[in-house]
């Protein structure tokens, strides 16, 4: 189960490293319902797999590969790097997870959909690229990293009603 407290203080240390003068990420931070941001990862949260395959045809193989982190996460970005589309699309995405434990991760994932007029099939494979430190954040674009976080804070269950929970 996500740790609040860890959720925050990972969220805050982050915001240091996007904003390093104090009073630009105070009013960053302000922009936040912490409570519903974490509520927010909570509920969102999920055992991803590293490897799964799946199709609506009866004969398709549905086939779940190992998970792949040893706790539940939260996709809180993902980025396309690389797209080819036909009848098939494949996709090379750069995903950025966080752990239960409020530990960043990203990850290197590749997808291929393809979709028939009665049929579909999909597969997709990931792979941990790195624990995010400091010097990694620099790869995001601070308005756009905290556009994300912003957006689990307005929308905690998107758009869904639900319950708030004490965290």
Excluded at 62 to 73: I, N, R, T, V, W
Excluded at 84 to 93: A, H, I, K, N
Excluded at 121 to 144: G, L
Aim: hydrophobic share 35%.
């Amino acid at each position: 189960m996500f740790d609040g407290r860890k959720v925050e203080s990972a969220i805050r240390k982050v915001y240091s490293y996007l904003y390093p003068n104090k009073r630009e990420r105070k009013k960053a931070l302000a922009r936040l319902d912490m409570e519903k941001l974490v509520q927010s990862i909570r509920y969102r949260s999920e055992t991803p797999l590293a490897y799964y395959t799946g199709g609506s045809a009866d004969l398709s193989m549905k086939y779940h590969g190992p998970d792949l982190f040893e706790q539940k996460a939260c996709r809180i970005f993902q980025e396309p790097v690389q797209v080819y589309s036909t009848l098939v699309e494949g996709t090379y995405l750069r995903e950025l997870w966080i752990l239960e434990d409020g530990t960043f991760v990203e990850v290197a994932a590749v997808s291929v959909k393809c979709r028939f007029t009665t049929e579909s099939y999909s597969t997709a494979y990931r792979t941990i690229r790195h624990t995010m430190t400091e010097k990694d954040w620099s790869a995001y674009v601070p308005e756009e990293a905290v556009d994300m976080f912003e957006d689990f804070s307005e929308y905690p269950f998107d758009g869904e009603k639900g319950s708030i929970y004490e965290v």
